[in-house]
């Protein structure tokens, strides 16, 4: 934290004194990187991450990385996506990354959720079988174990 404040402070006094330095340009091209925006079409952005996650050399951490950014977006993904996903979680013998994604979807659709994922499931639903991957709701995943009853439920 130290060496950030001293680093920006360092910065700022270069820059005023007309200096560069190789620590403000990497800065200056960070920002340009965050705050750009992609003029990527739907259709290019579904087969820029099937591609990725259909690539034979992915590994467990490539795939928890792309499946945490695109759940990290404000978007629920396409059922291509999704099968590309978990086809890429059965060549790394990952059954619980699996899930973990599907129940991630699932979270996405957020108010909608009676709407979207059942059409999810419904286009996903042979490549679930095909893999054998169960959903967390047929597994018993979306009610919780020991759970109390709310005690505005008890009257």
Not at 3 to 18: D, E, H, I, Q, T
Not at 107 to 119: L, V
Request: with cysteine; charged share 25%; net charge negative.
């Amino acid at each position: 934290m130290l060496r950030f404040a001293a680093g920006r402070v360092l910065g700022g006094l270069r820059s005023a004194a007309g200096l560069k330095s190789s620590s403000q340009s990497m800065v200056g091209a960070t920002m340009v990187v965050r705050h750009s925006h992609s003029n990527e079409t739907a259709e290019e952005f579904d087969s820029r991450y099937e591609a990725y996650f259909n690539r034979p050399e992915i590994d467990g951490w490539e795939a928890r990385k792309a499946m945490n950014d695109l759940l990290g977006m404000d978007l629920v993904p396409e059922p291509k996506i999704i099968v590309s996903a978990l086809k890429a979680c059965r060549r790394i013998n990952d059954y619980a990354l699996a899930v973990r994604f599907l129940e991630g979807v699932k979270d996405k659709c957020g108010d909608k959720a009676n709407e979207i994922y059942p059409y999810l499931l419904q286009e996903i639903r042979p490549t679930l079988t095909e893999l054998g991957i169960s959903t967390p709701e047929e597994m018993g995943y979306d009610q919780p174990e020991l759970a109390l009853k709310s005690v505005y439920d008890l009257h």
